[in-house]
């Protein structure tokens, strides 16, 4: 009676490649975003209102920190050296008149080990779900094949413990996280072994940034 609808047999596909798009590029965008509100607010700092970026940093400073090191976490962190956070951090929102804000420098080492965990977490679960050649496969994944073989030979060589002492050295924070959740890992233990490793590394960071401002 009514008829029937002509369909295209290419929008039965319509969703997976919309999802496809997402898991190809949608932590490439949000990547991006970041970097672009980090250049608006560092070019406002220097050209413009500086009294309202400071409380802007003041009121929400915690909260975006804890996002980039989700990002930093989860290697996304292209556009800024992640070893120069904490001690931005402790220098903006811990720095007082008569020296540093402890509580501040507590909660800023807290959201570093929380985002930085949560992201080399969700890493871990894509490595340990999809796969090597998945992972090396997305565009947003820029470790190459070489870096992975040899961290998984760290792995393979050291067990466990390469995790917690990658995540306390410079350079190779992160680099364990594809290797633990391709060797199956228990996720728990990776979570304690992470964040045990970035507690080190981000303590001694903010460490060294109080003593030299402490000297300048």
């Known amino acids: ?16 490649r919309a999802r496809s798009l997402v898991a190809d590029y949608g932590l490439l965008v949000v990547a991006a975003l970041f970097a672009a509100l980090g250049v608006v607010a560092v070019a406002l700092y220097a050209f413009g209102d500086r009294s309202a970026v400071e409380s802007l940093l003041r009121r929400y400073g915690l909260v975006a920190l804890l996002f980039v090191f989700v990002l930093e976490g989860a290697m996304l962190l292209y556009f800024a050296p ?44 894509l490595s340990k779900r999809g796969g090597r050649e998945w992972l090396v496969e997305r565009p947003w994944f820029r470790v190459s094949r070489s870096r992975l073989d040899r961290f998984g030979e760290a792995f393979d060589t050291y067990g466990v413990v390469a995790v917690p002492a990658s995540n306390s050295l ?9 290797p633990a959740g391709v060797a199956g890992m228990r996720t728990r233990r990776f979570v304690a072994l992470s964040a045990a490793g970035t507690l080190v590394f981000e303590t001694l960071l ?11």
């Open 1 to 16: 009676m009514f008829g029937t609808v002509a369909t295209d047999p290419g929008d039965a596909t319509a969703p997976a």
């Open 82 to 125: 992640s070893e120069a956070l904490v001690p931005a951090a402790v220098t903006v929102l811990a720095r007082t008149g008569g020296g540093y804000d402890l509580s501040a420098v507590g909660a800023i080492l807290l959201v570093a080990v929380v985002g930085a965990t949560a992201g080399q977490t969700a890493l871990f679960l």
């Open 170 to 178: 410079l350079l190779t924070r992160g680099m364990l996280t594809v």
């Open 206 to 216: 903010a460490g060294a940034a109080v003593g030299v401002l402490e000297i300048l």
